[in-house]
Each structure stands twice: as C-alpha cells, then as structure tokens.
C-alpha cells in the first residue's frame, strides 16, 4: 500500500492487488477491503492535531467493482468538518 495524501485530517492510500490480497474467485477479499478502510481511516484520524489514534466501533463496506490481481484501487478518508 502506498500513501499518496495524508494529513488534516484526510488520507488517500492505494494499493496495487497482489496474490497474496486475493480470495478464491481471484478477486480482492473482504477481509483485506475491510483491513485497508480500517487502516486508512486509523490514519486520517492521526493525521489531525488534535486526535490520537481510535477504535473502529461500526465498519460498512459497499462494493460496486471487482478487483483482480494488478489493479489498483485507492481508499480515502477524511474525518467531518469540526470534529473533535
């Protein structure tokens, strides 16, 4: 996974798919989609001053695409406008 954005509050990350990232069907597995929205969002709170890192209480992932091995696919985070 590379770090193309961070900091405010905001982190943009991609990642290009691997073997390793794929389930049986040769598509990105779920658990790697949720460990990337996991991790990069646990950035973006970093990313502000005024936070530490936190605990993912609630996760909701939506998928409108499948990816294959080679592909790349970018996962973004930003926290709300004045959140504390």
């Given at each position: 996974?590379?770090?193309?954005?961070?900091g405010g509050g905001r982190c943009i990350c991609?990642?290009?798919?691997?073997?390793e990232h794929q389930n049986r069907g040769g598509t990105l597995h779920g658990g790697m989609t949720a460990t990337l929205v996991d991790v990069v969002s646990t950035a973006a709170l970093?990313?502000?001053?005024?936070?530490?890192?936190?605990?993912?209480?609630d996760m909701s992932v939506s998928l409108v695409y499948t990816l294959l091995q080679l592909m790349k696919c970018n996962c973004a985070?930003?926290?709300?406008v004045n959140w504390y």
């Open positions: 996974m590379n770090i193309i954005e961070a991609e990642l290009k798919v691997a073997e970093m990313s502000n001053d005024n936070t530490g890192p936190g605990v993912s209480v985070s930003s926290l709300p």
